[in-house]
């Protein structure tokens, strides 16, 4: 009876516990310290209490791990919560005490098992009609409504990712969100049972009434652990475990104020009766044959602790002269002290050159730090788990100053409960202050250079705007120019999510805005309907994978003149998967717009004036080309003055367009073309002078009329075709062939021009830039000319030539 009674005694410490792989406990050794974010607004799992100090439900399980683990947990409770996501994201926190999984955080976050289930309602006031396009309320039924929602937390998440079709208003906490809620300002909140039962509660809006439960049911609250970690995932997980019924209810019974219920494995209980016909049973047979066993277990237990102690303690010494950080322990009542070996080498002393008092440090720290150093003697920087970390800058043998972390813990308290025994370790944090102060001058002069630059400069979050546009492509919207052209109102929604964080100079001085605020809330003042038609073009851009967009656009200032203003956007380095970093800039280009309208006028007028005598310099030629006894020599003469006037006219005809598609200005009318009868055109116009030089020219299509419908100008691809028609008749030896091909797909009908000859290598990578040609005489146009048409027209071109196959130029032009 007596080992029954020893059995029953130690099998709760046991099971208290956990037992961890030698994986494990490597990783705990290596991470000595963890850090835990928290939500300072989330009542009761986790708030700042009146006095500033962190309590709730979730503070009380990470107490519970600390003790059953012996992990060192630091907590960072004085920021806002979309910090602390930002901060796991970034990898400096390592744990979320209290969470709920979201499709957002997959990436960046891991989950433990859940330890608290809770319903998700939705709240709504009290005069809401119960019955809202349906028999009950649901977020189904709230679209169009506005829903409330602090920002960051795990129910902005789910709405934004689940449910866009319902407005958002941003909101700073949880309870914010409800406080909305109350005042009208939106129509209803998601959020758990128990934090907006306390919400109500603590802020007294009696206003409000729970209208049931959401479709997410439950929500299971888990711990939420960076993503490269997953091995803290199964380490949390054994000491979640571990945790008793009792200690459950005991902090549900301390903080619930409505339903909550622990996550617990089910307990199945047999009648009394065979409770004690187990307990008889299994006690004889511990008494017969476990004894000896659970001796023998004990002693290879505790030789495997010893063995794994020695290993600790010599990594410990080892890693500590790797790091070059000094050990130290003080007695703060007596002084004495014992500093390590490393200690004294890091500030360039030979043990016992330096009396072992807690003098040492006052002697060797700098005068203006002698207040912290006599801080932390007293206690008074000391946070209410006995920790502290302060920097000095402490005096080495060699008389430089070293810029020390003084960082530990209380090991022993007096009888009243003041530190007595505190232990630490001194780092050199040298690199890192030259890394801040060299970050600090980087920040400062990319300010100065912001703040006086000539240009108009935005810095701008789109993180919101990513996440509408993540939600419409998880509905299967695919074409997000449609969506928008189809819904205009969306695209003013979207555009109400940017947030602007600051404009410069420049920007204020364009818009004659007096300051920044002014500016900032009158931004729907500044913004013509081509503007929202550049951020949908921006916006197209940039869900095609491109980082950087440019734009002519015009915007009003806000004494009401327009401006024209060359808009270039950039999604900074690092922020491609969130656009929370976007830089926009702004030129004003009204001066020369107004030179680019008179120079076009002065073009249209000297085409005009050029086309008249251009008429005669074709004209003429060819008469005299009708004249049969014209000697040889004058015949080339006369054809080569035919062919350069006919040139320089497609010249000038082209020369206005190009230079609008150049400066994308060309406004395009697309309409259904039929490619295939456009190309019969060309083939047919172009025969004529193949003849001449002894080439054929053929046009290879497999379907009738009306099966290659393209979407475009018809003039732009008949001069498109021409181009490369002739392009390739130029490019030909006499007696071969040019051959025209039409092929289509679901999404492009494409045009094949095929010739014999070779494009050299050396210009064949840049054959579509401007003047770029191998053609005595040629203005390297054409093919340029034929890149721009098929931009223009949303197609593009390519190229591909080898000695084998020749060359073939192939355009694609969206089908109708």
Not at 398 to 424: F, I, N, T
Request: with cysteine.
């Amino acid at each position: 009876m007596a080992l029954a009674w020893i059995l029953a005694c130690v099998a709760p410490c046991l099971a208290a516990s956990p037992t961890l792989t030698t994986e494990e406990q490597g990783f705990l050794a290596g991470h000595p310290i963890l850090r835990v974010g928290v939500d300072p607004g989330f009542p009761p799992m986790e708030f700042m209490d009146r006095t500033g100090r962190l309590r709730g439900m979730s503070l009380d399980y990470l107490q519970l791990l600390e003790t059953r683990l012996g992990l060192r947990l630091v907590v960072a409770g004085d920021i806002p919560w979309d910090e602390t996501i930002k901060k796991i994201r970034a990898r400096e926190l390592d744990i979320l005490s209290c969470v709920a999984e979201t499709e957002r955080r997959k990436g960046f976050l891991v989950y433990t098992q859940p330890y608290l289930t809770v319903p998700s309602v939705i709240v709504v006031r009290n005069d809401f009609p119960l019955t809202c396009n349906g028999p009950a309320v649901t977020l189904a039924s709230l679209a169009g409504r506005t829903m409330a929602a602090a920002e960051g937390g795990y129910s902005f998440d789910r709405l934004r990712t689940d449910f866009p079709q319902i407005p958002l208003l941003i909101t700073h906490s949880p309870g914010a969100a409800l406080e909305a809620v109350a005042l009208g300002k939106a129509d209803a909140a998601l959020e758990n049972l128990v934090t907006a039962s306390q919400f109500i509660k603590d802020l007294g809006l009696l206003n409000l009434t729970i209208a049931g439960r959401s479709e997410y049911g439950d929500d299971h609250l888990t711990m939420g652990v960076r993503s490269d970690w997953p091995i803290l995932v199964e380490i949390l997980n054994k000491g979640l475990a571990s945790i008793t019924k009792e200690e459950h209810a005991a902090i549900l019974a301390r903080w619930s104020t409505a339903q909550l219920t622990p996550i617990q494995e089910p307990i199945f209980f047999s009648t009394p009766t065979l409770m004690t016909i187990l307990l008889v049973f299994g006690t004889a047979l511990l008494l017969f044959f476990g004894w000896n066993w659970w001796l023998r277990r004990q002693i290879h237990r505790r030789r495997q602790a010893e063995t794994a102690l020695r290993d600790s303690e010599a990594r410990v010494a080892m890693i500590l002269a790797a790091t070059g950080d000094g050990l130290w322990q003080c007695d703060l009542a007596t002084g004495a002290c014992h500093f390590s070996p490393s200690w004294y080498s890091l500030f360039g002393y030979a043990q016992g050159d330096m009396p072992a008092r807690w003098g040492a440090f006052e002697h060797l720290t700098h005068l203006e730090d002698q207040p912290a150093l006599l801080a932390l003697r007293k206690g008074a920087c000391m946070d209410e788990n006995g920790r502290f970390r302060v920097e000095l800058r402490m005096l080495r043998k060699d008389g430089v100053w070293l810029p020390v972390l003084a960082r530990g813990k209380v090991v022993e308290y007096d009888a009243d409960g003041a530190p007595r025994v505190v232990a630490g370790v001194h780092s050199d944090i040298t690199i890192r202050k030259q890394t801040e102060q060299a970050l600090c001058a980087s920040e400062q002069r990319a300010r100065s250079l912001f703040e006086n630059s000539p240009v108009s400069l935005w810095d701008e979050d789109y993180s919101d705007v990513k996440l509408y546009l993540d939600g419409l492509r998880t509905q299967g919207v695919r074409d997000i120019r449609a969506y928008f052209e189809a819904h205009p109102q969306a695209l003013r929604y979207v555009v109400a999510l940017v947030k602007v964080r600051q404009v410069n100079a420049t920007t204020l001085a364009l818009f004659e805005a007096p300051d920044e605020q002014t500016l900032l809330r009158s931004i729907d003042a500044v913004l013509c309907e081509s503007a929202y038609q550049a951020v949908l073009e921006g916006l197209t851009a940039f869900c095609n994978g491109s980082t950087t967009f440019e734009v002519e656009t015009q915007h009003m200032t806000l004494t009401g003149k327009t401006l024209q203003v060359l808009l270039r956007a950039r999604i900074a380095k690092g922020s491609e998967d969130t656009w929370d970093q976007m830089l926009v800039s702004m030129q004003d280009i009204t001066a020369l717009k107004e030179a680019e309208t008179l120079r076009q006028e002065m073009d249209r007028i000297t085409h005009h004036d050029l086309k008249n005598p251009l008429a005669a310099i074709i004209g003429l030629p060819r008469l005299v080309l009708e004249d049969e006894t014209l000697p040889p020599q004058h015949r080339k003469t006369m054809e080569m003055l035919h062919e350069t006037g006919r040139r320089m006219l497609r010249m000038i005809n082209l020369s206005l367009d190009l230079y609008k598609m150049e400066r994308r200005a060309y406004r395009l009318a697309p309409v259904p073309v039929d490619m295939a009868a456009v190309a019969a055109d060309v083939v047919a116009q172009a025969r004529a002078t193949a003849a001449e030089r002894n080439l054929t020219v053929h046009l290879l299509r497999e379907d009738g009329p009306g099966a290659y419908m393209a979407l475009g100008e018809e003039l732009l691809i008949f001069s498109l075709l021409s181009n490369l028609v002739t392009n390739a008749m130029e490019a030909s030896d006499k007696g071969s062939t040019v051959s025209v091909s039409l092929e289509r797909n679901l999404h492009w009908i494409s045009c094949r021009v095929h010739n014999h000859g070779l494009v050299p290598d050396h210009i064949r990578d840049q054959v579509f830039e401007k003047h770029v040609t191998t053609k005595p005489g040629g203005t390297g146009l054409g093919c340029y000319s034929a890149r721009l048409m098929a931009e223009t027209m949303r197609g593009d071109i390519a190229l591909a030539s080898s000695p084998a196959a020749g060359t073939t130029v192939t355009v694609r032009l969206p089908r109708t």
